[in-house]
């Protein structure tokens, strides 16, 4: 009992440490720096430390310090109570979403057997999509709140967005799960041991709906609508100054992450490297290590090997970020109801009649 | 504790109310704590500038320069404009304001969030340049406090990046007594 | 350690039930009753029905209830005294007697039917997406295919009033 | 018809004297019709994301090993510690040009006060000797300053020109932007280049 507590403890401190300690201030500095390398520029260089400036990575602790200090503001009309919850309700699935991604395979280790994952839930990642539609209320609450025109229109355009992509999404997600045959995502990715069972090359349509939904859901760039700098001022966070602000941000970073990981772990070969097994992993490390070295060993390369893939996938969603435009509002919906929508259906279909069959 | 602020009822928490009223950190002036953590708090701010563009005429076209790739304003930390003034720090005046325009900036000088800055981007922020007639604002600084003043039709991408040094000079040197600034001191126009 | 969630859970649910039942600003109710919504899935969680418990998060609070507060802030409708204030009294009267009325008949039925067994014995997969999906396809079929056809027969519905368009030429 | 403009011809009746198959303007397909491929979608955000991701890559590859001796991809100037030389038809600054004595070439003849469009140049008049005009004050407010090269072109004298500065003029005040003579003159030599080019210029037009 005790030691499971310990056990779960620890993986939640990790993924926790992980997501809001590294990825999210770290993540504030790809995005700069990543751009401006992109556009043949330098980026964020100058903030330092004792004359030492980490190729502009103060640059995020100044932001941070910065927004932490600025004035806290709330309008004078605003509903008080849903203006302060809204951020938290924003920030709260993005980080709970992780609880169920596996991170690395099953162990043995001093006679414990250690599943790395917070939750091996049996209703895997539904539970995802039951959090994303929760995430939902955070941008309509910040946008009904701040009784600014921007914000409530920002907030509709928002929830109508999320809601129509969720369809889509959850629609390109159950091709995998018929071919995987599980919603566990420690099956899914322990089904994808064999490099070419990865989930890429069984369902690459899926992987292309689910990519564009799940960047619409996170509404960042081609589909940020509900926040158009050029139409609706910042959209739903019109009206929040300071950490508040920041809320709303960390949210779509962290989401980011989570759209990563669950990409990795269904159609990416999750914590896996490509013709390499866990088991051969253990019997390599084992010849010098002992049994319980072997699975440490072994357990640090899969979290590696995720996170590494993890960050290809950030990487991918900021390149996408910094070379698409906006589309309009009418395009965004058309495109979920008429293109996305259908064709999932149809790759559901063939899915299902190719298993049927086979 | 509230400041009436036009129609806005502005909260202040880690400011500490009224300049007038800051007693006790008027005392403890010189204080180690504070001063150290003042300065680390002029440092974030002096590296991390959101801008608030209020761009209004050509000067805009210098100020897109500055910010692009070859003079890169991101180089000094402020590159991110937001353009709701709630989450601005710095709020570049670049260009003309008319008779007409000034209760917009007025309005949107006192929507921002404290603290604040105001840079005066180009002659006709600074001084109304060579439209010299009645129908056009002879320097924002009639209007809303300023803080660094950057001459020229339009200025070289050199002469904001100068401005922007001396703001970060400035801010550097600022004391927590100096917020909050307020409102406009033309509230109505 | 369980017992305790459950009963927070309990709380939780009553309470802001009964918020969204008292309170006059619609969309104060409406959150209200996400909550309520969100306790209950904690609920069917803790009767091992993970399933149904995700089901009601995605459908009831991620889909229906934001549709409601769409409508709610689009109409942008006002805190407003009811117009049936004057009638209040017999309105509670009319209110308790219908309420009472159901007790007695649920007692009655309860006791037809008789109390849930106590711990009861559930094996291994019950609850899990598996077992549910085999018999929502097997022995609740027909149920299941006229529930959709009734969601069908509204959605038709929602389609026609949705296109109805002004035509001029017959005015 | 004939088939040139004549020079009594105004410059926009032109299209008179030109061949109609001149003047044929290329069609523009505003809208264009997508192939399937393009309509895909997918296959273009590739396309875009090849061109942007392969700009990442070598500006990644540039900062982590930099090219010896070849120019750098990344052009950004760093501006405080790196300074671009201007060419010397560029406006900066006006400056008036000082004798070699020091003394101001200027006479305060109050040509440029004149026109300036400005009134940024406000001159106070004096006499050294009975004839000899100076200027007691000379302030060129450059908050008002347009930078466009007026005063260089009437001053009778050379003696205020557009020199190449551009640095130091952000000002905390506004009345820092008020520059007097001292703040003005420069020796003669260090506006040399300029000089040259003024009058190359103003030659042309014969004045």
Redesign the interface.
């Given at each position: 009992m005790l030691a499971d507590l310990i056990e779960s403890l620890a993986k939640i401190v990790f993924i926790f440490t992980v997501n809001v300690g590294v990825f999210a201030p770290i993540l504030g500095w790809v995005e700069?720096k990543q751009s401006?390398v992109m556009?043949?520029?330098?980026?964020?260089?100058?903030?330092d430390i004792l004359g030492f400036t980490a190729i502009g990575l103060?640059?995020s602790?100044?932001?941070?310090?910065?927004?932490?200090?600025?004035?806290?503001?709330?309008?004078?009309n605003a509903n008080k109570f849903f203006h302060t919850l809204a951020p938290f309700i924003a920030l709260v699935p993005a980080i709970s979403a992780f609880a169920i991604i596996p991170f690395g395979g099953r162990y043995e280790l001093f006679g414990r057997e250690i599943n790395l994952v917070i939750a091996d839930l049996d209703v895997g990642i539904l539970y995802v999509f039951a959090l994303a539609g929760l995430a939902t209320y955070g941008t309509v609450l910040a946008g009904w709140s701040s009784r600014s025109n921007?914000s409530l229109l920002g907030g509709l355009r928002a929830s109508a967005q999320m809601l129509s992509y969720e369809v889509a999404m959850g629609l390109s997600i159950i091709g995998i799960i018929i071919v995987y045959g599980s919603l566990r995502l420690t099956d899914i990715g322990a089904a994808q041991e064999n490099f070419f069972r990865w989930g890429i090359f069984l369902q690459p349509v899926g992987f292309i709906i689910y990519m564009t939904c799940a960047i619409a859901e996170n509404k960042r760039i081609p589909f940020d609508i509900p926040e158009a700098?050029s139409e609706l001022?910042?959209g739903y966070?019109?009206?929040?100054?300071?950490m508040k602000?920041v809320m709303f941000w960390m949210a779509e970073f962290l989401e980011m992450v989570t759209i990563s990981a669950i990409v990795t772990t269904l159609f990416f070969g999750a914590w896996h490297i490509p013709f390499v097994t866990d088991a051969m992993l253990l019997s390599w490390f084992s010849g010098f290590a002992g049994p319980n070295g072997a699975a440490a060993l072994a357990m640090a390369v899969n979290i590696a090997v995720f996170f590494a893939k993890v960050s290809f996938f950030i990487w991918l969603q900021m390149t996408i970020r910094w070379t698409l435009p906006r589309f309009r509002y009418d395009q965004v919906m058309r495109m979920c109801w008429k293109m996305l929508l259908p064709l999932s259906l149809i790759n559901l279909s063939i899915t299902g009649l190719v298993v049927l069959l086979l | 504790m509230g400041l009436k602020l036009s129609?806005?009822?502005?909260?202040?928490?880690?400011?500490g109310g009224k300049a007038e009223d800051a007693g006790p950190e008027r005392l403890l002036d010189g204080s180690v704590i504070l001063t150290r953590l003042e300065a680390?708090?002029n440092?974030?701010?002096?590296?991390?500038f959101f801008l608030y563009p209020f761009v209004t005429a050509c000067c805009g076209m210098e100020f897109m320069s500055v910010a692009?790739?070859?003079?890169?304003l991101?180089?000094?930390?402020a590159?991110?404009?937001?353009?709701?003034p709630?989450?601005a720090?710095l709020l570049m005046v670049v260009g003309t304001i008319s008779h007409k325009q000034a209760p917009i900036l007025v309005k949107v000088y006192n929507q921002m969030?404290?603290?604040k800055w105001v840079f005066a981007f180009g002659?006709c922020a600074?001084?109304?340049?060579?439209y010299?007639n009645y129908s056009v604002v002879q320097?924002i600084?009639t209007l809303i406090p300023?803080?660094?003043?950057?001459?020229?039709?339009p200025?070289?991408?050199?002469?904001?990046?100068?401005?922007l040094?001396?703001l970060q000079q400035?801010v550097k040197q600022e004391r927590w007594t100096d917020w909050?600034r307020g409102e406009a001191p033309v509230s109505r126009c | 350690m369980e017992l305790l969630i459950f009963y927070a859970f309990c709380v939780g649910a009553v309470v802001s039930a009964l918020l969204m039942v008292t309170t006059k600003r619609p969309v104060r109710a409406a959150m209200s009753l996400v909550a309520t919504m969100s306790f209950l899935a904690g609920l069917y969680a803790l009767l091992n029905a993970h399933l149904i418990a995700v089901l009601q998060l995605i459908v009831y609070a991620g889909a229906i209830m934001v549709l409601f507060l769409f409508v709610i802030m689009l109409l942008n409708i006002e805190e407003k005294e009811g117009k049936l204030a004057k009638n209040v009294f017999f309105i509670q009267l009319a209110g308790t007697v219908v309420v009472g009325i159901l007790m007695v008949a649920m007692v009655v039925v309860m006791n037809k039917i008789g109390a849930p067994v106590a711990g009861a014995a559930v094996d291994e997969t019950f609850g899990t997406t598996k077992a549910v999906g085999w018999m929502l396809f097997t022995k609740y079929l027909l149920p299941f295919e006229i529930a959709s056809v009734l969601l069908l027969a509204a959605i038709v519905g929602a389609v026609i009033l949705a296109k109805r368009r002004i035509d001029n030429s017959k005015a | 018809m004939s088939t040139t403009t004549g020079l009594g011809q105004s410059p926009y009746s032109v299209q008179v004297g030109v061949p109609a198959a001149v003047l044929k303007a290329k069609k523009v397909r505003r809208r264009l019709d997508l192939t399937l491929w393009e309509k895909l979608y997918v296959a273009e955000i590739v396309r875009g994301l090849v061109i942007t991701s392969k700009h990442f890559f070598i500006n990644m590859l540039g900062f982590i090993f930099p090219p010896a001796g070849k120019k750098r991809k990344?052009?950004?100037?760093?501006?405080?510690e790196e300074?671009?030389t201007l060419p010397s038809a560029y406006r900066g600054r006006p400056v008036l040009v000082a004798h070699a004595d020091g003394s101001e070439k200027c006479v305060a003849c109050g040509l440029c006060e004149k026109m300036c469009?400005?009134?940024a140049i406000s001159i106070v008049a004096a006499e050294k000797a009975p004839g000899e005009r100076y200027p007691a004050r000379y302030t060129l407010?450059?908050?008002?300053?347009?930078?466009?090269g007026y005063c260089e072109e009437v001053c009778p004298k050379e003696a205020i020109v557009m020199s190449d500065e551009?640095?130091?003029?952000?000002?905390?005040?506004?009345n820092l932007?008020r520059f007097q003579k001292e703040q003005l003159l420069r020796p003669e030599g260090k506006v040399k280049t300029r000089l040259y080019f003024v009058r190359r210029i103003y030659s042309k037009w014969n004045y």
């Open positions: 700069r401006a556009q043949d520029r330098i980026g964020a260089n100058r903030a103060f640059h602790l100044a932001d941070a310090v910065k927004l932490l200090t600025k004035e806290d503001f709330v309008p004078a921007w700098e001022v910042a966070f019109t009206e929040y100054s300071g602000f | 129609r806005w009822t502005v909260t202040r928490n880690l400011m680390a708090v440092w974030a701010r002096k590296y991390s692009g790739p070859r003079y890169d991101d180089r000094f930390g590159a991110l404009p937001r353009f709701s709630r989450q720090d969030a404290e603290p002659v600074v001084s109304g340049g060579f010299d320097g600084d300023v803080d660094i003043y950057v001459p020229g039709c200025p070289r991408p050199e002469m904001v990046l100068d401005g040094l001396l400035k909050p | - | 990344v052009f950004t100037v760093y501006y405080p300074k671009l469009p400005a009134h407010d450059l908050g008002r300053c347009v930078y466009c551009y640095q130091g003029l952000a000002q905390g005040d506004r932007l």
